[in-house]
């Protein structure tokens, strides 16, 4: 009893601030000098009652500045709160002691639960807040209860012994305290607002006792003035019914969904929102509440009535708010909206308006562009932004070992030049196929280059690795792409530990990725050059005979010029493989029984290029690859691709250049008849020194009449 004595003597102290507190309010407007001068106040008052304690033990006291503290806050706000607060933080600071930490901490958590309270009134009210018994007492009530936790930062010998002598005195005194002297500020203030309120009240009556005395004029004046009003009163009433009619309007007419939403219910909308939703009339959708045309979850995972409930709280606390929402149209399908809600006033009333827009298309196509952002469009693989993303979130120590495979499709150049890219698409495709089979189906691959892949294996050692590659081959060996067998090389490397930095371990796969390739490769090229010349003979036969033939011309032109024998065998399989090129050429071209217009003549001209792409992919055909490209250049400059002159052009070029258009005049063309072999002599006489080497031209016309001589014979 006597600690609850002592503790309102010390309180009474406090008291007569706060009488003080409200004189200075009632003669001081409110503004920030105010709240300083309370801060300073409160802050004295509590030094006050901090220098005459109830002292429990030495360094261990109790006053009221918990209460003064927390009313400062509490009544003028964070700045009255502060200073308050830091005078008192100081002086218990200064004055030390067991219960400094507690003192410390019962001074901070007051100022917070007051500024908290502050701000909590001026968030629930517009203008003025309205201070409560019942506001005082929770705040008294929070604030000591935290005080008397508190007690537990005291040494361990005192903590329970204080709380015993001095818990229930503070919960019972402390949170009446706080009402009390929290009354009479709030007495004082509304006094002050009272007398505000008169002397507002009196300058009005003066302000009316002046317009009384005026003059006449005036009083017609005002009353000419009223008239006026009411007729912009009239105007008003008819522009507001202008435009509720043209709101009726813009309403129905919409075409976007529209409703109008009062207590999570469908108080009206358009016959574009019905008819969005799947019902014949509108009437059949009033009434309805939101979750009757919501799925039970939605997109995020969580229910649609806590979803609503949380987006119905934020539109009502900031006015408006856009969201993407799943309707259920009334045949049970679900798609998915954009949904601008407002709140407004209609009719005086606080409603929700609603505008629908179903953007299913649009979220599909969002999706299928973030599927292509991380793929690879033509073979469906994982592409190089993903491989790299997933390449640093698997270097991790639980993901070792962690191999890595590079792979590259051998002769891809060489199908694309010779069959088009279509097919080489098409070899890219099985190639991601085979490997697809040859892995499991956690394993990441991707496509990182034209021709190149790489799978990540974590979690695997060398020997799965190995195995998994020939499981690749072992598949790749079943495809062919237009009679070419699939190839692919590969190469891979094995992160042990942690120190290893994964870049350099994909360098070294890569590396021995490309090893495998030097000798791979040109086996692969060769296999591939046999197989067009294959394709090109299949589809059209026709040029299988001209190049039989002009590879013996060419042979017969070697042997008569006296070349050795592997030039002469070097200059015969040019004659073979000189329109290998034409396995690029469109069929309705080739075979073509009409004359070649101007563009389909271009298109024809490409294949001594394309001859020579070809063949330059292959080691040991490098320079049959350059007689093919130049054996449609003339002696005089005049011909293509390159309008070389005269011993400019490679002798096997020119060689090949006059057997190939004797063949083709001597030989069937599906666009003319074949000429005599003597028209066709007259024709290479009459073209040498312009299209062909003269010399040449003799050479051959000798081996022409000398075979023909020993066919007679």
């Known amino acids: 009893m006597r600690i609850l004595f002592e503790l309102l003597y010390n309180l009474s102290i406090l008291v007569s601030i706060s009488i003080i507190s409200g004189y ?3 003669r001081r407007e409110k503004n920030q000098i105010s709240d300083c001068l309370q801060g300073v106040l409160f802050g004295s008052a509590c030094i006050i009652g901090m220098l005459h304690p109830l002292v429990v033990a030495p360094g261990l006291i109790f006053d009221g500045r918990s209460i003064m503290i927390s009313i400062v806050g509490f009544f003028f706000g964070p700045i009255a709160g502060i200073i308050a ?158 435009s509720e009619y043209t709101f009726r309007k813009l309403f129905d007419d919409s075409s976007d969904a529209v409703f109008i939403i009062q207590e999570e219910t469908i108080t009206d909308c358009n016959q574009a929102a019905a008819e969005l939703l799947g019902y014949d009339s509108k009437n059949n959708m009033i009434g309805k509440h939101i979750l009757e045309i919501s799925p039970d979850y939605q997109a995020n995972g969580n229910k649609s009535e806590e979803c609503l409930t949380e987006i119905l709280a934020s539109t009502n606390k900031h006015g408006k708010s856009k969201f993407e929402w799943w309707h259920q149209k009334k045949d049970g399908t679900l798609f998915l909206v954009e949904v601008m809600l407002t709140s407004i006033l209609l009719h005086g009333e606080r409603v929700l308006h609603g505008v629908l827009r179903d953007i299913s298309e649009r979220n599909a196509m969002e999706q299928q562009l973030e599927y292509l952002s991380y793929h690879d469009q033509l073979t469906g693989l994982y592409n190089r932004r993903f491989f790299e993303e997933e390449l640093k979130r698997l270097d991790t120590k639980r993901n070792l070992p962690l191999s890595i495979i590079m792979a590259d499709v051998n002769g891809l150049k060489l199908i694309n030049d010779s069959f088009g890219h279509a097919v080489g698409d098409e070899l890219l495709i099985k190639v991601a196929d085979v490997i697809r089979k040859g892995c499991r189906a956690d394993e990441i691959i991707a496509r990182v280059g034209g021709d190149e892949f790489v799978i990540l294996l974590p979690k695997t050692d060398g020997n799965e690795t190995e195995q998994i590659i020939r499981r690749v081959k072992d598949y790749a060996r079943l495809e062919k792409v237009n009679a070419v067998d699939v190839s692919v090389s590969f190469g891979w490397d094995t992160k042990h530990n942690e120190a290893e930095k994964v870049q350099e371990i994909l360098k070294k796969a890569e590396d021995h990725m490309y090893k495998r390739k030097l000798y791979e490769s040109p086996s692969m090229r060769g296999k591939t050059v046999t197989a067009i010349i294959d394709a090109l003979y299949k589809k059209n036969s026709r040029e299988e005979r001209h190049s039989y033939k002009v590879s013996l011309l060419c042979k017969s032109m070697g042997q008569a010029l006296g070349m050795m024998e592997g030039e002469i065998e070097e200059l015969r399989t040019a004659g073979l493989l000189h329109d290998i090129g034409k396995i690029a050429i469109e069929d309705r071209i080739l075979n073509k029984k009409e004359i070649l217009t101007n563009s389909e003549w271009k298109e024809i001209k490409r294949h001594s290029e394309i001859g020579y792409r070809i063949l330059s992919t292959v080691n040991d055909l490098s320079e049959i690859a350059e007689y093919v490209l130049y054996h449609h250049e003339k002696w005089d400059g005049s011909g293509y691709p390159k309008a070389l002159k005269g011993y400019e052009i490679p002798i096997q070029s020119r060689i090949i250049a006059i057997a190939d258009s004797y063949d083709a005049m001597t030989g069937e063309r599906s666009y003319q008849r074949p000429l005599s072999e003597e028209k066709a002599i007259k024709e290479l006489k009459k073209n040498a020194g312009s299209q062909f080497d003269p010399e040449l031209v003799e050479v051959f016309i000798n081996i022409i009449w000398e075979s023909h001589d020993s066919d007679k014979d």
């Open 24 to 26: 200075i309010s009632y």
């Open 85 to 242: 607060g830091s005078m008192a933080l100081i002086l218990r600071i200064y004055q030390g002691g067991d219960g400094v930490i507690m003192g410390v901490l019962v001074i901070l958590t007051s100022a917070l639960w007051g500024n908290h309270f502050f701000q909590w009134n001026l968030s629930h009210q517009s203008n003025s807040y309205k201070e409560t018994i019942k506001q005082l007492f929770s705040m008294g009530v929070f604030v000591h209860i935290t005080m008397v936790l508190l007690m537990f930062t005291l040494p361990a010998d005192k903590s329970l012994s204080t709380m015993k002598s001095m818990g229930l005195p503070v919960l019972l005194a402390y949170p009446l305290a706080t009402v009390f002297i929290g009354r009479i500020i709030t007495e004082s203030n509304e006094r002050t607002r009272m007398a505000e309120a008169l002397r507002k009240s009196q300058k009005q009556l003066i302000s009316i006792n002046h317009e009384l005395e005026a003059s006449m004029e005036d009083v017609v004046a005002a009353q000419e003035e009223l008239r006026s009003q009411f007729d912009e009163l009239q105007k008003s009433n008819e522009l507001l019914k202008a």
